[in-house]
């Protein structure tokens, strides 16, 4: 990497990153392959009780998410985990995963290590007009939607690539 492409420093907080509302999530962009010459990405999301992801794997791209608030259930290769404020849950990449949220609401950072998939939400979603949940006359994208966008997206962003799966075995 010669110094043109060396990512530079910065600093954005979650008042001022740019924030969309898409598929019942509002989702703050805190760093995009922009910001990091595609190394990685960054989003906080605030998601409302239920079903958050369903089940999905990225090819290449590993996942990690950090609870600050709330709780949810992750499912990696149809086991369950638990987390709660303060857990941090790592997907590599290519591992079959969903989560659900257990609580009221949760609030989370999500990464994605190399950086791609947050234009799947930024060329789906809507930009928020608070830092919110979207409200209820924003009507949820289904699933179709995303997998349109992706075959846009990987184009350029090939890490967004995302298998989307049938239902777990609970």
Same mark, same amino acid.
């Given at each position: 990497?010669?110094?043109?492409?060396?990512?530079?420093? &910065? @600093?954005? =907080?979650?008042?001022?990153? *740019?924030?969309?509302?898409?598929?019942?999530?509002?989702?703050?962009?805190?760093?995009?392959?922009?910001?990091?010459?595609?190394?990685?990405?960054?989003?906080?999301?605030?998601?409302?009780?239920?079903?958050?992801?369903?089940?999905?794997?990225? @090819?290449?791209?590993?996942?990690?998410?950090?609870?600050?608030?709330?709780?949810?259930?992750? &499912?990696?290769?149809?086991?369950?985990?638990?987390?709660?404020?303060?857990?941090?849950?790592?997907?590599? *990449?290519?591992?079959?995963?969903?989560?659900?949220?257990?609580? @009221?609401?949760? *609030?989370?950072?999500?990464?994605?290590?190399?950086?791609? &998939?947050?234009?799947?939400?930024? @060329?789906?979603?809507?930009?928020?007009?608070? *830092?919110?949940?979207?409200?209820?006359?924003?009507?949820?994208?289904?699933?179709?939607?995303?997998?349109?966008?992706?075959?846009?997206?990987?184009?350029?962003?090939?890490?967004?690539?995302? =298998?989307?799966?049938?239902?777990?075995?609970?």
């Amino acid at each position: 990497m010669n110094s043109q492409n060396k990512p530079q420093a &910065f @600093e954005v =907080n979650n008042a001022e990153g *740019r924030a969309y509302w898409g598929m019942g999530i509002l989702w703050i962009m805190l760093a995009t392959a922009e910001d990091t010459n595609g190394a990685y990405s960054c989003i906080e999301e605030l998601i409302p009780h239920g079903l958050a992801a369903p089940p999905h794997i990225h @090819e290449a791209a590993d996942e990690t998410f950090y609870i600050m608030e709330g709780e949810a259930t992750f &499912f990696v290769e149809d086991q369950p985990i638990q987390a709660t404020a303060g857990s941090f849950v790592s997907i590599p *990449r290519g591992t079959k995963h969903a989560f659900q949220v257990d609580s @009221e609401i949760v *609030r989370l950072i999500n990464t994605y290590v190399p950086a791609g &998939f947050e234009y799947m939400i930024i @060329e789906t979603a809507e930009p928020a007009k608070a *830092r919110t949940l979207p409200p209820a006359s924003i009507p949820s994208s289904t699933i179709e939607q995303p997998l349109r966008a992706m075959e846009q997206v990987i184009q350029k962003y090939p890490a967004a690539k995302t =298998n989307f799966l049938q239902g777990y075995k609970n």
